[in-house]
């Protein structure tokens, strides 16, 4: 079946850092890929997508591009702001056609000022 | 724009007691999803409806039934709530345009089962 495989946090930078949030998938053809964002009390939110293999998606200063070849879907940001707190989660699309959605277990990410 | 609206936005039961979660949708979306969410664990799909008259189950259905009431509506049941149904309940629509249509959620419903 589908997978995604996250990071695991939680995570705390100072602001102005580099970030890296790791996230890997398993899955029978092309699915798509996403990053949604959770703040406190408020439900998940797209970040960004990628749809097929070399993509990029990006958003509020994050990216993340699709590879194949290492089944990997990372997102970074270059300087991250203390706004950026929030819980992180990759997801996969049914590579089926339909819009269900796979999750990965979330990443906490506290930023410092 | 409301977007997706879930009521109530907290709710603690006993045992055995029975209550339904309800969704709905200013969107004109197609399809809609039941999601909970645990530490650890993501989001699991619970059932997830294509569009209006159809349900099917997600990933951990058991425990649950949902009703597709309308294009707009998305209800989940708890017929015997247990304690192992303590979680928060993300509802969640799409658009209909395929698998790259992204999930629009509501703010969740935080669900305590003693």
């Known amino acids: 079946g589908n997978s995604v495989t996250q990071m695991e946090g939680p995570v705390t930078l100072s602001e102005e850092a580099f970030l890296t949030i790791n996230c890997t998938y398993t899955?029978?053809?092309?699915?798509?890929l996403f990053w949604y964002v959770q703040y406190p009390g408020e439900g998940l939110q797209l970040l960004l997508k990628?749809?097929?293999?070399?993509d990029k998606g990006s958003n509020k200063g994050f990216e993340a591009t699709y590879r194949k070849e290492t089944t990997s879907f990372h997102l970074e940001k270059g300087s991250v702001q203390v706004s950026d707190s929030a819980v992180y989660f990759c997801?996969?699309?049914?590579?089926?056609?339909?819009?269900?959605?796979?999750f990965g277990t979330g990443t906490r990410l506290t930023i410092i000022p | 724009n409301a977007g997706v609206t879930q009521t109530p936005k907290f709710q603690v039961l006993k045992t055995g007691q029975s209550m339904t979660l309800q969704c709905a949708q200013d969107?004109?979306?197609?399809?809609m999803y039941w999601y909970r969410q645990d530490p650890g664990m993501g989001l699991r799909l619970i059932y997830y409806?294509?569009?209006?008259?159809?349900?099917d189950k997600g990933e951990v259905p058991n425990g649950y039934n949902v009703s597709r009431l309308n294009k707009r509506e998305f209800s989940l049941r708890l017929e015997s709530a247990a304690p192992s149904q303590t979680s928060v309940y993300f509802c969640?629509?799409?658009?209909?345009?395929?698998?790259?249509?992204?999930?629009?959620f509501g703010n969740g419903t935080r669900l305590t089962v003693t």
């Open positions: 969640a629509s799409s658009g209909g345009q395929g698998a790259g249509s992204p999930l629009h």
């Open positions: 899955a029978t053809g092309y699915p798509s």
């Open positions: 990628a749809t097929k293999a070399d």
């Open positions: 997801a996969l699309s049914d590579p089926g056609g339909n819009e269900k959605l796979t």
């Open positions: 969107m004109n979306h197609n399809s």
């Open positions: 409806s294509a569009s209006e008259g159809t349900t």
